[in-house]
Nanobody, 115 residues
């Protein structure tokens, strides 16, 4: 059974940093493309960053140069390092993978950027 569990969200001041973690179980993370998405109130869920099984990465324009996605295959975990956070980054962040023709999502972790 595929399971994704996010952690690491919280309240941070503008300019601060957070690192999100997504612990995967039920599959071998190294073989999958993993993504981080976010959804702000009243907005559609959007891709933040993605990392392929080969290690290639893609970032949303709004986070380029500030966010870094990485993976620890030994821990079956993917991370999102977020620096220089702004109030516009406030959202629920979700971990995602795909398999067997369907999407799998974690429960989400809230990130709030506010002074």
């Amino acid at each position: 059974q595929v399971q994704l569990v996010e952690s690491g969200g919280g309240l941070v001041q503008p300019g601060g940093s957070l690192r999100l973690s997504c612990a995967a179980s039920g599959f071998i993370l190294i073989f999958n493309t993993m993504g981080w998405y976010r959804q702000a109130p009243g907005k559609q869920r959007e891709l933040v960053a993605r990392i392929t099984s080969g290690g290639s990465t893609v970032y949303a324009d709004s986070v380029k140069g500030r966010f870094t996605i990485s993976r620890d295959n030994a821990k079956n975990t993917v991370y999102l390092q977020m620096n220089s956070l702004t109030p516009e980054d406030t959202a629920v962040y979700y971990c995602n993978t795909q398999g067997g023709g369907r999407d799998y999502w974690g429960q989400g972790t809230q990130v709030t950027v506010s002074s």
